[in-house]
């Protein structure tokens, strides 16, 4: 059985474009988090990449290489740059697909309640990453806690990507986090996705990056126990969530900034 992922003396850092959009911007990518790792012995890093964006909001939208493809990328990540590996799923019958390559299956926001995908998720013996839903508050978490743990999930991760509030925007409630520490899972703060505006861009979806930094020292500092970050190194060009991806010249000045932060919220916890 793999050991647990989550290491409480390190960062634990997942990042990586939204979309495997090709395999040279996964390399690339992954060359500068493992430029990171050399530097930073404080972080954990995962890899991460989605094969497939099924909640476009638009139809003509792109959505990503697929599974196959998607998965010989993180497959040929994993074995060059020794990261362990995170994507999305979205049908309960791709978990154990995903789990023959992958290390942390991710449970998406919009489908953090489906039981059939909690299940799938947690039979395969890997961590699973579930996001919390823009329509759930703290407290309803502990119902897909329970979902997970009593399906036999070895290691849960908890992200928080913002709550819906009014149109086209999010707000982070920093009480999140001492709420959802009950649960005694790792706590993992999705900065890029909290500042999204879904659809408020005439049919794809925008962003509000410069709050970026703020909001992650915030989410540090209320207990987070991770951080989630889509990066890319030309966001105004990505395939899907550019107005909110760090620009990967910028991403070591936000972990300086995170590392900075959690290292004395720890003293604290």
Known sequence: ??????????????????????????????????????????????????????????????????????LEWLARIRGKFGFPTLTDFHT????????????VLQIPAFLCRQTDMLVAAAATGRTVNVKKGQFLSPYEMRYVVDKLEKAGAR????????????????VVDMRGF????????????????????????????GGKREFIPALTRAALAAGANGLFVETHPDPANASSDGPNQVPLKELEALIQQALDIWQVARKYA
């Open 92 to 103: 309960p019958e791709q978990a154990a697909l995903l789990a023959e390559e992958v290390d």
């Open 178 to 205: 001492h709420l959802l520490k009950e649960y005694k899972h790792p706590m993992i703060f999705d900065a890029t996705h909290s500042v999204q505006m879904p659809g408020g861009a005439e049919g794809t979806t």
């Open 155 to 170: 290691e849960v991760w908890l992200t928080e990507r913002g709550t819906t509030f009014g149109y086209q925007n999010l």
């Open 1 to 70: 059985m793999p050991i647990p992922l989550y290491e409480a003396d390190r960062l634990l850092l997942i990042a990586g474009p939204c979309t495997l959009e090709n395999e040279d911007l996964c390399l690339e990518v992954a060359e500068h988090l493992a430029s990171l790792r050399e530097r930073y012995p404080q972080l954990r890093i995962l890899f991460k990449g989605s094969f497939d964006k099924a909640n476009r909001t638009s139809l003509q939208s792109p959505r990503g290489p697929g599974l196959e493809k998607g």
